[in-house]
């Protein structure tokens, strides 16, 4: 059974940070690249970064750019978002996704980005808030 599994959510002031973990399971995590979408309250689905299945490449919502640092130890079947200088608006709830796309494509928002994630996390709260 494929299963990915978030950790490390919680409250933190802004300009504070965070760091998510996902742990993968039932599937050859190297094979994948993998990607971090989130859901603010009553909003929709918004990607925010996906890797490469080494790990050398990263690419980053315009958002979040700068900010947040996604990485990945294919020996612990693990994947991670480093999230620094933390908004308000980056309040919600955080899922790791193990995806058919080797790393970009042309639109993150549309059928094509969310028809070849094989597999989503259970999410992780992330509220940031004084």
């Known amino acids: 059974e494929v299963q990915l599994v978030e950790s490390g959510g919680g409250l933190v002031q802004p300009r504070g940070s965070l760091r998510l973990s996902c742990t993968a399971s039932?599937?050859?995590?190297?094979?994948?690249?993998m990607s971090w979408v989130r859901q603010a309250p009553g909003k929709g689905l918004e990607w925010v970064s996906n890797i490469n299945r080494g790990g050398g490449s990263t690419i980053a919502a315009d958002s979040v750019k700068g900010r947040f640092t996604m990485s990945r130890d294919n020996a612990k079947n693990t994947l991670y978002l480093q999230m620094d200088n933390l908004k308000p608006e980056d309040t919600g709830v955080y899922y790791c996704a193990a995806t058919r796309i080797p790393l970009s494509c042309d639109s993150y928002s549309g059928p094509y980005f969310y028809f070849n994630i094989f597999s989503w996390g259970q999410g992780t709260q992330v509220t940031v808030s004084s």
């Open positions: 039932g599937f050859i995590f190297t094979r994948y690249a």
